[in-house]
């Protein structure tokens, strides 16, 4: 018998409805946890709705990401991550990275060996913390400044408002 294409999309990358989440039924609520435990210990990813983020957080987030990315090189170049911003910062999409292939035996001669991933930008920033702790007590997780783009606030703002909501979810 042939899987249904969404039978096996939902193998592969499992949908989760957050709705227990936020409600008040403990068992509903272990059942998630035990469903999405599972997806990330057997995929590592999942995909979720009714996570109860605002679309316009996330529309907000999406529109000075493009606004970000859109700007000049030399200008994204100056946020490039250091030891101290936590190696957070802008990424390059011809910054060379550790892939999955070069770890992988059965490829020694692995053509993508310290290529950039997807050719794709990005920016990592994280919870902030104005101190320059090398970790923070709560966590024990790096933490400190993140670089943002002194001409641009609305970048910091609105990215980090989406971001403490996805803390939230």
């Not at 709705?19 to 979720?48: I, M, Q, W």
């Not at 923070?136 to 002194?150: H, M, R, Y």
Request: a neutral charge; charged letters at 25%.
């Amino acid at each position: 018998m042939v899987q249904g294409r969404s039978e096996i999309a939902n193998r592969v990358l499992p949908i989760f409805d957050l709705s227990a989440a936020r409600g008040n039924d403990p068992e509903a609520k272990r059942a998630l946890a035990r469903h999405v435990d599972h997806a990330f210990a057997t995929s590592g990813f999942c995909y979720v709705s009714n996570h109860g983020i605002a679309p316009s957080v996330i529309d907000d987030a999406f529109g000075v990401a493009e606004t970000f990315f859109h700007k000049p090189v030399d200008e994204k170049l100056k946020l490039t991550p250091t030891a101290e911003t936590m190696f957070r910062g802008y990424l390059a999409e011809t910054r060379k990275y550790r892939t999955f292939y070069d770890f992988d035996p059965d490829r020694p001669n692995a053509e993508t060996r310290n290529q950039s991933v997807g050719g794709k930008e990005n920016y990592v920033f994280a919870a902030e913390n104005p101190r320059r702790d090398l970790a923070s007590s709560a966590t024990g997780w790096p933490s400190g400044p993140n670089p943002w783009p002194e001409n641009f606030p609305a970048f910091r703002t609105k990215s980090y408002a989406f971001f403490e909501e996805l803390q939230k979810v």
